[in-house]
């Protein structure tokens, strides 16, 4: 959390801020303890944790997905639930991830990173690290046109030298349409055509994979693929998989499925490979992470709170 928005908290309610490793530890007091709980996406709630729940507990998670907890526990908790997902005049002006996701975008494009760790071994080789392509000659694929879909689209108008689009939702397809981008009749077509595909959709916890291995199956050969959505839209072994066989040229994400399974990063198919394969760039879920970003989103948060505790 921003240290500001914890001082504007504490200024409002007695707080106890502990890390989330502690908090797991003692899940059960601090939950039988405190009404109100104030979550990331790196801390979960189970089915088993309403239990320790009442009807005057409010959560409050810094998210707009909420795979991060179980659906028993946002049906108990229903209005009580607070967070990002219907603040959209907010998120608007919130383009952090977006940002992100076109800087993974040219890593994938540029390779950048294998020229960067080259020079860092004492290699300076410009022949090797020549680039296979402009990203102005590359079609580009955004699969999802929300919110950010439509930010990332926005910043690649001028970038790319093509874009095409396909979401689940006729509305947003017909959104997409009208900004003056090519939809394809499905995603299917748009996984054949593109050269890289950036994904900008949402799940809850149990839905299956966007990209699972019947999906995977019909990339274009060499596709380069960005996610920082979340891990679970991917089918992971899948995806490690293609990027051996060379059907994925590289995989570039934010995000990782051991977050919402509760899993270690260490028994993440993915993080395994990538340490001996450049082909796969992982950050560690700092898309939406700007300081500005999350000062607006807590201030916000915060508010909410309040309204709903003076109600």
């Known amino acids: 959390m921003n240290p500001d928005s914890l001082r504007e908290i504490s200024l409002n309610l007695d707080v106890e801020h502990v890390t989330t490793e502690i908090f797991y530890e003692r899940k059960r007091f601090f939950l039988e303890q405190f009404n109100y709980v104030w979550l990331h996406i790196e801390t979960r709630l189970e089915s088993l944790d309403i239990a320790s729940l009442s009807d005057n507990h409010i959560v409050v998670s810094t998210t707009t997905g909420n795979t991060h907890i179980a659906k028993p526990v946002l049906e108990y908790l229903g209005s009580n639930f607070i967070s990002l997902k219907t603040e959209v005049d907010l998120l608007n002006s919130i383009t952090s991830t977006a940002e992100h996701a076109l800087c993974l975008l040219l890593i994938g494009v540029t390779k950048v990173n294998v020229a960067i760790k080259s020079v860092a071994e004492g290699t300076w080789d410009r022949i090797a690290n020549v680039k296979d392509k402009q990203l102005s000659s590359i079609e580009v694929g955004v699969v999802g046109y929300g919110r950010l879909g439509r930010i990332m689209s926005s910043y690649l108008k001028n970038l790319a030298g093509n874009i095409i689009v396909w979401d689940l939702s006729p509305s947003a397809r017909d959104l997409a349409r009208s900004d003056g981008f090519e939809v394809t009749e499905g995603l299917s077509d748009l996984l054949a055509r593109a050269d890289v595909v950036t994904l900008h959709v949402s799940t809850t916890r149990g839905e299956a994979p966007v990209l699972a291995e019947n999906t995977i199956a019909q990339l274009k050969k060499g596709m380069t693929i960005i996610n920082t959505s979340r891990g679970s839209i991917v089918d992971e072994t899948a995806v490690?998989?293609?990027?051996?066989?060379?059907?994925?040229?590289?995989?570039?994400?934010?995000?990782?499925?051991?977050?919402?399974?509760?899993?270690?990063?260490?028994?993440?198919?993915?993080?395994?490979?990538?340490?001996?394969?450049?082909?796969?760039?992982?950050?560690?879920?700092?898309?939406?992470?700007?300081?500005?970003?999350?000062?607006?989103?807590?201030?916000?948060?915060?508010?909410?709170?309040?309204?709903?505790?003076?109600?």
């Not at 994400?253 to 993915?270: A, H, Q, Y």
């Not at 993080?271 to 700092?286: N, Q």
């Open 240 to 311: 490690a998989s293609a990027v051996d066989s060379g059907t994925i040229a590289m995989y570039l994400t934010d995000v990782l499925e051991f977050e919402e399974s509760g899993n270690k990063i260490s028994e993440s198919i993915l993080w395994k490979k990538s340490l001996e394969d450049s082909r796969i760039v992982i950050t560690p879920h700092i898309g939406g992470a700007s300081l500005d970003a999350m000062r607006k989103c807590e201030s916000r948060l915060l508010t909410r709170l309040l309204e709903r505790i003076s109600n």
